[in-house]
């Protein structure tokens, strides 16, 4: 006698693959017509605390495995502010690597990329792992006023920096600072 129950189970085992990529195959397009909810329903799942746990943990153990990725991880992205000079990441994942094994950053207490030149961009030869206290201390300009109509803070740049640098800076108040 025939069984359905078992010829479906049967047939599901041995077009395993084909049921996958059948199901993979309509979830992709579902997925591009349907963005918006997807997203929503995604940012929804994320704000679950379980979820933000889970995530955290997992990233936890990432950057315990892979510490120099820590710095790919969107720190480092092209700096476009207008107060600065367009600087450049052309640091790729294994670049993070080698400088990280290069400067021996495992041993730091706390790392921090710096850029050797502030001038130039962000390039193997122009970046070390250098300790966090020591990269600050290089600060490139000192906050002299902040303007409480606009929020604009002047700037005063330390003086052993090159010209072309400080001419980038635009030291004019929008709110009434002179």
């Known amino acids: ?8 189970k049967k047939w599901k085992i041995e077009n395993k693959r084909h ?27 994320r704000k679950r605390p379980e979820v933000k746990l889970q995530m955290q943990e997992t990233q936890r153990e990432y950057f ?5 990725m820590k710095w790919n991880a969107g720190r480092y992205r092209n700096n476009t502010r207008k107060d600065r000079l367009n600087i450049k990441n052309f640091l790729k994942k294994e670049d993070y690597k080698y400088l990280w094994f290069r400067d ?8 921090s990329l710096d850029r050797i030149n502030p001038l130039k961009n962000y390039t193997l030869k122009n970046c070390r792992f250098i300790e966090l206290s020591e990269n600050s201390k290089r600060i490139r300009y000192i906050i002299i006023h902040c303007c409480p109509k606009c929020g604009y803070r002047k700037k005063e740049f330390d003086k052993s920096y090159p010209k ?3 001419k980038t800076v635009n030291d004019k108040c929008k709110g009434g600072l002179e």
Request: aromatic share 20%; no cysteine.
């Open 64 to 68: 315990k495995k892979y510490p120099w």
């Open 104 to 111: 021996k950053a495992y041993l730091l207490k706390r790392p």
């Open 1 to 8: 006698m025939f069984n359905q129950k078992e010829y479906n």
């Open 19 to 45: 049921i996958k990529e059948y199901n993979n195959k309509y979830m992709r397009i579902w997925k591009a017509k349907n963005r918006e909810y997807v997203n929503m329903k995604e940012r929804e799942r």
């Open 164 to 166: 072309e640098f400080l």
